[in-house]
């Protein structure tokens, strides 16, 4: 079905045009050329990170960050099971245990304090995911991660631009990652990127996503490595988006906020921001009263044009990665929420035909 308004589209109003004509003329198409160095220098910069590494996804990305910090089989990584499955499959690729733990009722992040109670002998890190613009509270998790002498990942795939505490998420951890496809803040059709102030890790990173090749002899490969590079062609649209990045930025929290002051007096509830965070809302979420009414929503706004996505389902309840213990804040959150049309270029126009048609909604069932 084409919707009216779809739930997500990216913006392509800069120079990616100019850029990937650049990459079609000088005929370096695949993974070198002057946009790739471009791209990673400026992203750090724009982060905050001193090291950055284009990477062809953001799920390879983690599965590279994971690597870095040599998780393996037998090792324990927590993570929280509301989030997008390619923060778990990464953990099953290097073969650790995922340990899932629940979300924040509110701000919709992983618990602190249900992390601590689920670290073991096994557990090696921590991977947080700052899930829909949000961030994670970090200062609980590296203070548990210091304590328990545990490695800290970052899925930022959610989160580009997002501040805790004035700093950008993605700086916090021993190593970030960040995904570019198409839905994306920033979007380079499909990419990522490994960020971290670590030298030796980035290294790693940077070898292992290179089919493992021998730093100074060519063809000579002394570890087990992985074709994960970016094209230049990627990084040019990478790089044309980055240069727009706080615009569109901008432009998404300023969706939010229209959004929640126009619902404000329906019977829904709307994602908290973290204490201290400015969260980028990389989806607008809502929260209906139970699951039924959700299905009769989304179907209702579909049949208008709409096109909405529901929250996550838990990971922890899929048959691969399937746990007894419940997480009943996690599975509340999935059960009830809904994704908005969220995408930058969004007209006011349209968020006011989006709500409109939800308070039509409530009209006709309450």
């Known amino acids: 079905m084409i919707y009216k308004i779809p739930v997500y589209k990216p913006s392509l109003k800069g120079k990616e045009k100019e850029y990937v004509n650049a990459c079609l003329d000088s005929t370096w198409i695949s993974s070198k050329g002057e946009f790739i160095s471009k791209f990673e220098t400026n992203f750090s910069k724009f982060i905050g990170a001193k090291y950055s590494t284009t990477v062809s996804n953001g799920t390879v990305a983690l599965h590279v960050a994971l690597l870095s910090l040599g998780i393996k089989s037998g090792d324990e990584v927590i993570v929280p099971s509301l989030t997008y499955i390619a923060s778990v499959n990464a953990i099953a690729y290097c073969g650790a245990k995922p340990v899932f733990v629940d979300s924040d009722k509110d701000t919709w992040q992983m618990m602190p304090e249900d992390v601590e109670k689920k670290i073991t002998e096994k557990t090696k890190a921590i991977m947080v995911v700052h899930l829909y613009g949000n961030a994670v509270d970090m200062e609980k998790i590296n203070y548990i991660a210091k304590k328990y002498k545990l490695y800290v990942i970052e899925d930022c795939a959610e989160a580009f631009g997002t501040l805790y505490k004035n700093k950008h998420v993605g700086t916090f951890g021993d190593v970030s990652t960040f995904s570019f496809f198409g839905n994306k803040t920033i979007t380079c059709g499909e990419g990522g990127m490994v960020s971290t102030n670590n030298e030796d890790i980035y290294k790693k990173a940077f070898k292992i996503k290179g089919q493992g090749l021998a730093e100074g002899k060519e063809y000579w490969h002394d570890i087990i490595g992985y074709n994960y590079r970016m094209t230049n062609i990627c990084a040019g649209i990478g790089l044309a988006q980055l240069e727009r990045a706080d615009e569109l930025i901008d432009k998404k929290i300023n969706i939010a906020k229209k959004y929640i002051e126009l619902l404000k007096n329906l019977?829904?509830?709307?994602?908290?921001?973290?204490?201290?965070?400015?969260?980028?809302?990389?989806?607008?979420?809502?929260?209906?009263?139970?699951?039924?009414?959700?299905?009769?929503?989304?179907?209702?706004?579909?049949?208008?044009?709409?096109?909405t996505r529901p929250v996550f389902y838990p990971i922890s309840q899929m048959p691969m990665y399937k746990i007894s213990d419940p997480l009943p804040n996690a599975e509340d959150i999935s059960q009830r929420g809904i994704n908005l049309p969220s995408y930058p270029d969004l007209t006011e126009e349209e968020i006011n035909y989006i709500v409109e048609k939800i308070k039509l909604f409530y009209e006709k069932h309450i």
């Open 267 to 307: 019977p829904l509830r709307f994602q908290i921001p973290t204490k201290e965070t400015k969260h980028t809302y990389w989806m607008f979420s809502i929260l209906v009263q139970n699951s039924e009414e959700r299905d009769t929503l989304r179907e209702f706004l579909r049949k208008e044009g709409i096109e």
